[in-house]
């Protein structure tokens, strides 16, 4: 288990590498990582090393590092280490770069294979992730601009937004609503996503079914009472199943991991199969991932025919 030192005690030569070496173990935290046993920050792939024997490299060149040198990492893995001064970077990092016909999730798959590249996400690679905190303020600005834009009052009491994704990004969106007085049903297809973020008080409640999970949220939408709630299963199931039943819905969006095929769960594969799947049959899996993408789209803009405001959330989705 990788934990940041705290406190002023130094690991490292000086502050200047102390802070991304304290950096680098706090994005590998439990408490901060969705899978840190896999390196795995956020994002469904989002890793902050290549592989474990690329970051016990780049920590012990950190706790080594003179204060007129940089060490240098490319996507994830230290690569050499560079006579510099004392105003330079102690670090220069440079993730997943892929350029002109390159940049395809093909070759990056074919390079992944052979342990050249990793996908390091916006704050996962560059080692300053930390957590949902991190990402509340501009979701709850997102949901605030719905509110100015769409409903009367300025706030989003007495609407119901549905979204998916309750992951290391995704997880800040129950809270947005809630802040934002709305009520909100929060879909994820992993069942610790849903605890955790109870836990750490990102979101209310969970339902059982998506009938339960309309009752709680008419009935506090009614009282014009903020609340979140978890809803276990599919996006690309529920979603249009929440359509076909007219289901009041005023806002939609999503923040599914959709940017990379295979961390989208396709309708009828269960999720303990996923990522044994995935790996054994990626090409497979990401056509049955984008044809369930299509799904889900396809009941986002259904909604959108019926008047709700909806919008993707930068996650390629459409």
């Given amino acids: 288990m990788i934990r940041s030192p705290h406190g002023t005690a130094l690991t490292a030569r000086g502050w200047q590498t102390e802070a991304p070496l304290r950096m680098l173990q706090n994005n590998l935290d439990p408490d901060v990582a969705e899978h840190p046993d896999e390196l795995v920050v956020y994002g469904g792939t989002g890793k902050a090393a290549r592989d474990w024997p690329s970051y016990h490299g780049i920590i012990r060149t950190l706790t080594d590092l003179r204060l007129d040198e940089t060490l240098l990492v490319q996507s994830g893995r230290p690569v050499g280490v560079m006579q510099t001064h004392e105003w330079a970077p102690r670090v220069l990092i440079a993730n997943s770069n892929l350029v002109g016909d390159w940049a395809n999730w093909e070759e990056f798959r074919r390079l992944e294979q052979?342990?050249?590249?990793?996908?390091?996400?916006?704050?996962?690679?560059?080692?300053?992730?930390?957590?949902?905190?991190?990402?509340?303020?501009?979701?709850?600005?997102?949901?605030?601009?719905?509110?100015?834009?769409?409903?009367?009052?300025?706030?989003?009491?007495?609407?119901?937004?549905?979204?998916?994704?309750?992951?290391?990004?995704?997880?800040?969106?129950?809270?947005?609503?809630?802040?934002?007085?709305?009520?909100?049903?929060?879909?994820?297809?992993?069942?610790?996503?849903?605890?955790?973020?109870?836990?750490?008080?990102?979101?209310?409640?969970?339902?059982?079914?998506?009938?339960?999970a309309l009752e709680l949220a008419v009935d506090a939408r009614d009282a014009r009472k903020p609340l979140s709630i978890g809803l276990l299963g599919n996006a690309a199931s529920l979603f249009p199943q929440l359509l076909a039943n007219d289901a009041p819905i005023d806002i939609v969006t999503d923040q599914t991991s959709a940017h990379d095929p295979l961390s989208y769960l396709p309708?009828?594969?269960?999720?303990?199969?996923?990522?044994?799947?995935?790996?054994?049959?990626?090409?497979?899996?990401?056509?049955?991932?984008?044809?369930?993408?299509?799904?889900?789209?396809?009941?986002?803009?259904?909604?959108?025919?019926?008047?709700?405001e909806v919008f993707d959330y930068g996650n390629s989705i459409r």
């Fill in 114 to 212: 052979l342990g050249l590249i990793m996908y390091g996400q916006m704050t996962a690679g560059s080692w300053i992730y930390i957590g949902t905190q991190g990402i509340l303020q501009g979701t709850y600005e997102t949901f605030a601009a719905v509110a100015a834009k769409r409903f009367s009052g300025g706030t989003l009491a007495g609407t119901i937004t549905l979204t998916a994704g309750l992951g290391g990004m995704g997880g800040a969106q129950p809270l947005a609503v809630t802040m934002n007085d709305g009520v909100a049903i929060c879909i994820d297809v992993d069942p610790s996503r849903i605890k955790r973020r109870i836990e750490h008080r990102y979101l209310d409640v969970s339902a059982s079914n998506p009938a339960e």
């Fill in 267 to 308: 309708i009828g594969v269960e999720f303990d199969d996923w990522h044994d799947y995935a790996a054994r049959k990626p090409e497979e899996f990401t056509g049955r991932a984008r044809a369930s993408m299509a799904r889900h789209v396809e009941a986002m803009v259904g909604f959108m025919d019926k008047g709700a």
